[in-house]
């Protein structure tokens, strides 16, 4: 068993180009759980944590698009002045383990790890994220939806590294809300972000730990916008809202297991879905 | 590095890790190779925050670093908190308001607690009960911890004013 410990990005690329099929490790949160339960074989190892340019994040010159690279610890995000740029994903990052968690876990893992209960897919999936991916021969960007493709299974091919995502910067509502068996440090049984882009005119909903990989429920999306003028400001009623959230659940296909029922899953999608909707439309507007 | 020595830093001392297998987690190897019990494992899936050290400047959960991945980074565990064999104020803190039952979240609690206070020596009672949220007290003391920390901050903010 190798471990090379990167202090480049082209090392760790090097690295994996050297010693195929390594296992690439950020903050560890997920790997060295699978390792301290006998549940992974470790052959290879290339550790991501030194590499100083996956913790970087820029807003692009137009001001229309934020990237972050995929070393960024949640941590980051919850504080200003990301949680600014991005409200969901603070929101998000909020919810995940405990502080100890946070200082450690990243986006990059969250999405090589690929669960569908991860906390930040479904905030990657309402903002239609772009995923960056480096070899050390080539770059690929792929769509957030091309990325994520099943229970633990994504599109990255071993000699790649996750780089960095690249998210819009909206002019909206963004949040998340999930539930769990407690309210702390609990995975998801069921997670939502409602997205509001109040230029655009679109509501994008994304539904997290509901199906093999993260979903978009563009079937209620549509529907909405056939309902209601969806440029700010809203004007959603609280019937529209709990219709929306009906039709936002129909569209997940979840399971039972050892974190919740699919009945009470498909529940709470509607419930969460409804109620990030009418924090969405009160968003910006004075209180009664 | 397959078997190889590696060479980890904490409390400021430089040790050499021989003979050990390269996926083992830091908790592990801080217990088992280097002779620093103090850091306790349970869980050790990063649920109840028994095993929190400080690696260069963030409380982390040592059961979820790969001990070999830690090579260049600056660890403060337990034992390297007081500088001179004495209780250290939060610990002094934790003994006088009964922050202690059995003891096994205490270390980690310590660490996370002169963490929290290193950063902000003001904290209100939501940002220790945040601090703190990743350290589980098996006992379900949290009334007298709350009440440790509370006492520590006061007693700092009391040695500032003077």
Not at chain 1, 108 to 133: F, I, K, M, Y
């Amino acid at each position: 068993m190798t471990v090379v410990n990167a202090t480049s990005l082209q090392q760790a690329l090097e690295a994996l180009h050297d010693h195929p099929g390594a296992r690439l490790v950020q903050g560890g949160t997920d790997l060295m759980v699978e390792v301290n339960f006998n549940r992974t074989t470790l052959h290879d190892v290339v550790a991501l944590r030194r590499v100083n340019e996956l913790k970087r994040w820029h807003i692009a010159e137009d001001s229309q698009t934020i990237r972050l690279g995929a070393g960024i610890p949640y941590a980051e995000m919850e504080r200003s002045p990301l949680c600014h740029h991005l409200p969901a994903l603070a929101q998000a990052a909020r919810t995940v383990g405990s502080p100890q968690i946070r200082a450690a876990g990243s986006l990059g893992g969250n999405l090589g790890t690929c669960s569908p209960a991860g906390d930040g897919l479904p905030v990657l999936s309402a903002l239609d994220a772009t995923v960056h991916l480096q070899s050390l021969d080539a770059s690929r960007d792929l769509s957030i939806h091309e990325f994520m493709l099943g229970v633990k299974k994504n599109a990255r091919q071993p000699n790649e590294v996750i780089v960095a995502v690249t998210l819009p910067v909206l002019n909206g509502f963004q949040g998340y809300a999930k539930v769990g068996t407690r309210n702390a440090m609990v995975i998801s049984a069921a997670s939502v972000c409602v997205v509001h882009d109040a230029l655009g005119g679109t509501i994008r909903v994304a539904l997290g730990a509901v199906a093999p990989t993260v979903v978009r429920t563009r079937e209620a999306e549509a529907w909405l916008a056939s309902q209601t003028n969806l440029a700010a400001p809203l004007t959603v009623t609280p019937e529209l809202a709990r219709e929306f959230g009906r039709r936002a659940a129909a569209e997940c296909s979840p399971i039972d297991d050892h974190r919740s029922t699919a009945s009470y899953r498909r529940h709470a999608i509607a419930v969460l879905v409804e109620r990030l909707l009418l924090r969405a439309n009160d968003h910006g507007k004075s209180p009664r | 590095m397959s078997n190889e020595i590696y060479r980890l830093t904490v409390n400021g001392i430089e040790h050499e890790v021989k003979d050990a297998w390269a996926g083992e987690s830091l908790l592990y190897v801080l217990r088992e190779r280097l002779g620093l019990p103090g850091t306790k494992g349970a869980c050790e899936q990063g649920e109840c925050g028994s095993c929190t050290v400080v690696m260069d400047g963030e409380a982390v959960c040592s059961c979820l670093v790969m001990a070999a991945t830690a090579v260049d980074a600056d660890i403060t565990t337990v034992e390297g908190l007081s500088l001179d064999g004495e209780p250290t104020d939060v610990q002094q803190s934790f003994v006088e308001a009964g922050g202690v039952q059995c003891g096994f979240c205490t270390p980690g609690l310590i660490v996370a607690v002169h963490h929290l206070l290193d950063r902000n020596p003001s904290p209100d009672e939501l940002a220790i009960k945040e601090a703190i949220s990743g350290n589980i007290c098996r006992c379900t003391g949290y009334g007298r911890i709350f009440a440790a920390v509370e006492r520590a901050r006061d007693q700092r903010r009391a040695m500032q004013a003077k």
